[in-house]
């Protein structure tokens, strides 16, 4: 089949990727447009603009899929279907209307559970054992569409976001392939979702992963992974910020107040609702990432600090 891409960060290149060695021809492909990053602030393309044009394919980067411009080159370019892994923007239906075999996503969840911007930063913190990606053709309504597949995932004990997401696009890089094929050679049918089951994972911002120390031990561990790496979880010390990289719940009894900081020879220890944890790496306000016990000697810890 003809193929426009629409794709944006680094978990959507494996699935270019992947459909670039398949028998689908890509022809072009639809990404966010530049937009500023590192502590310069300068533009930068998308992932996926850059492996796209190293492959010497067209970039649409419209401001908005509702740009009248865009919809007619995606008329000329005529593609026969447009598979979407995170492009990060709302395709109007006019746009959706386009190809015959219509706007096929890859989600990395299993759908209906967790629909929307963040479903693998949602199932870690909710605690969910086992997670996937599903492929399904887009609708008006938000990640409700028909379902051609999925793919499962064990979520592993230790698993940040950026761990379980990094095994998803790749799973779910074959996930997409095979779905293109079937659909190509007519043997895959689109399946309505169960009614039942739903929920929605919401866009993460910085404010939604402020540890609360108060919390249990478990809670935190899980809000710290679900966030890192992005946007990464944080918490304050002495009125400024500190990231927070995952840490490990404490085997022993030590009784700490939540957010209470106990500096030993060999971690350190913050109290939280429960048990307390153990820090991993952290990262103070205009410094690199560091081990904690590296933080607290440079800090000069006081008797009774804690983290807010």
């Not at 193929?3 to 992947?18: C, D, I, N, Y």
């Not at 219509?102 to 054992?129: E, K, T």
């Not at 979520?155 to 779910?172: C, K, W």
């Amino acid at each position: 089949m003809r193929l426009l891409f629409a794709g944006t960060p680094e978990p959507a290149v494996a699935s270019l990727e992947a459909i670039l060695a398949s028998d689908h021809e890509v022809v072009a492909v639809l990404t966010r447009p530049d937009a500023p990053s590192g502590r310069g602030r300068r533009l930068q393309p998308s992932p996926v603009a850059e492996r796209a044009r190293a492959e010497g394919l067209e970039v649409l980067t419209p401001t908005s899929a509702k740009d009248p411009a865009f919809l007619e080159r995606l008329k000329e370019i005529a593609p026969d279907c447009c598979p979407v892994v995170a492009y990060g923007g709302l395709l109007p239906q006019n746009v959706l209307d386009v190809p015959p075999e219509g706007w096929v996503n890859l989600h990395f969840s299993l759908l209906p559970a967790w629909r929307g911007a963040a479903p693998v930063q949602h199932a870690i913190r909710a605690g969910d054992d086992l997670t996937g990606a599903t492929t399904f053709r887009i609708v008006k309504e938000l990640d409700a569409g028909p379902v051609f597949g999925f793919v499962t995932e064990p979520i592993q004990p230790a698993d940040t976001a950026g761990d379980l997401l990094g095994r998803l696009s790749e799973s779910g890089a074959r996930l997409l392939v095979h779905t293109l094929d079937g659909i190509a050679s007519g043997a895959l049918e689109a399946q309505p979702q169960p009614a039942e089951g739903v929920t929605y994972a919401s866009k993460v911002t910085v404010d939604d992963v402020r540890v609360d120390w108060s919390a249990p031990a478990f809670a935190i561990d899980r809000l710290i992974r679900s966030a890192t790496p992005d946007p990464g979880a944080w918490s304050t010390f002495r009125d400024e910020r500190l990231k927070l990289g995952p840490v490990t719940i404490a085997s022993d009894t030590a009784e700490l107040a939540p957010g209470e900081i106990a500096a030993e020879k060999s971690r350190v220890l913050v109290g939280t609702g429960s048990v307390p944890v153990v820090l991993g790496q952290v990262q103070a306000r205009g410094k690199r990432m560091m081990p904690a016990s590296d933080w607290v000697r440079g800090s000069h810890l006081g008797s009774g600090e804690r983290l807010a």
